[in-house]
């Protein structure tokens, strides 16, 4: 798998190099946002990792120029802890976010997942199955337990609307403002206590244990992540 990994902080790039070279991914560097461009367009990464805080063209405005022609996962890694970066960086169309500085494992992880999206596990099939639980997309159906021994989960329109929303999106983080938008409406965006009365109540239909999910996760202050391969 090839990735892009764009950072002006020589340090970082040459951290990141070592760290992805070691587990087999192929590596190309961009020192500024415009080079960044150049080794996307040219390259055809299968990831791009990419700071925010580039001089010239910052990593919002890479971001958005990535976004008029491509669909690769981009992963933000970057020292701006502020939420209002992080939602401005996902609105704008990357994947995922991860602060700096980061723990190896957890970036892996979020690149294994991006990777994983890339090739299309999971993304556009008409039934998805985590656990014991199977969404079938098309028929808009959901039955939990084992084979043979299937129930129907009946889910109200909108708690249907919400996990169809994430599921489709595995491994990546849903904002909440995307989604009160996607299902309330541009002017529901502060309404951030329905979102999480519905979340729990999926929970409660669909997790083995609804206080410790494990396949609709919380992301603190920012929104929601579907995890179709958690242990």
Request: aromatic content about 4%; overall charge negative; charged content about 30%.
């Given at each position: 798998m090839k990735i892009v990994v764009a950072d002006d902080d020589r340090q970082i790039l040459g951290a990141l190099r070592i760290i992805l070279s070691a587990r087999g991914y192929d590596v190309v560097l961009a020192r500024d946002g415009k080079e960044a461009l150049d080794k996307v367009v040219n390259d055809h990464p299968d990831v791009v990792v990419l700071d925010l805080g580039m001089p010239?063209?910052?990593?919002?405005?890479?971001?958005?120029?990535?976004?008029?022609?491509?669909?690769?996962?981009?992963?933000?890694?970057?020292?701006?802890?502020?939420?209002?970066?992080?939602?401005?960086?996902?609105?704008?169309?990357?994947?995922?976010?991860?602060?700096?500085?980061?723990?190896?494992?957890?970036?892996?992880?979020?690149?294994?997942?991006?990777?994983?999206?890339?090739?299309?596990?999971?993304?556009?099939?008409?039934v998805v199955r985590f656990g014991d639980v199977t969404v079938d997309l098309g028929a808009r159906r959901v039955v939990r337990g084992a084979p043979g021994a299937e129930a129907s989960v009946r889910l109200t329109p909108t708690e249907w609307q919400l996990l169809e929303l994430l599921v489709r999106n595995p491994d990546r983080l849903v904002t909440r403002e995307t989604i009160l938008t996607e299902i309330w409406g541009p002017n529901h965006t502060a309404d951030t206590g329905y979102l999480r009365l519905y979340l729990s109540q999926l929970r409660k239909k669909l997790e083995p244990e609804p206080s410790h999910p494990r396949y609709l996760l919380t992301e603190a202050g920012m929104g929601y992540r579907f995890a179709p391969a958690s242990a």
């Open positions: 010239g063209l910052d990593g919002l405005a890479v971001i958005q120029a990535i976004r008029g022609w491509s669909t690769v996962p981009i992963l933000v890694v970057s020292g701006r802890a502020d939420s209002t970066d992080k939602v401005e960086a996902l609105d704008l169309g990357a994947d995922d976010y991860v602060t700096k500085p980061f723990q190896t494992d957890e970036l892996l992880a979020r690149i294994r997942a991006l990777g994983r999206r890339k090739a299309g596990v999971a993304e556009g099939e008409p």
